[in-house]
């Protein structure tokens, strides 16, 4: 089960930092990604850490302001968000997997779809509004 927690409002340039907790698993052994999706669009790939650490990805329209860290002690995926702006304002929400395919971090960094048979599950989500 994965439970998301910290959205809310925000003004643009702001931070927010996302938390991605998992129970039922351990956050080492989960490949787990963060997607969004705002209204009225496709839901988008934001970025994705293997079980191993060793594949992180960032989509581009993210890239070098949205950073993933792990907590091993609290079982969580935190997502920092700084330089925030309107067209981040969406519903964020993980996914994670154990023992998924090394592709897996790749389909949500080049936004294609991912396949059915994936084991993957997803949290409630948490809602992010960045707006002055």
């Known amino acids: 089960q994965l439970v998301e927690s910290g959205g809310g409002p925000v003004q643009p340039g702001g931070s927010l930092r996302l938390s991605c907790t998992a129970s039922?698993?351990?956050?080492?052994?989960?490949?787990i990604a963060w997607f969004r999706q705002a209204p009225g669009k496709e839901r988008e790939g934001v970025s994705c850490i293997s079980d191993s650490e060793d594949v992180t990805v960032y989509s581009d329209f993210v890239k070098g302001r949205f950073t993933m860290s792990v907590d091993s002690d609290k079982n969580t995926l935190y997502l920092q968000m700084d330089s925030l702006k309107p067209e981040d304002t969406a519903f964020y929400y993980c996914?994670?997997?154990?023992?998924?395919?090394?592709?897996?971090?790749?389909?949500?960094?080049?936004?294609?779809?991912?396949?059915?048979?994936?084991?993957?599950?997803w949290g409630q989500g948490t809602q992010v509004t960045v707006s002055s």
């Open positions: 039922g698993s351990t956050v080492a052994d989960l490949t």
């Open positions: 996914a994670a997997g154990r023992e998924l395919p090394r592709a897996f971090c790749y389909l949500v960094e080049t936004q294609t779809p991912i396949p059915r048979n994936f084991s993957v599950s």
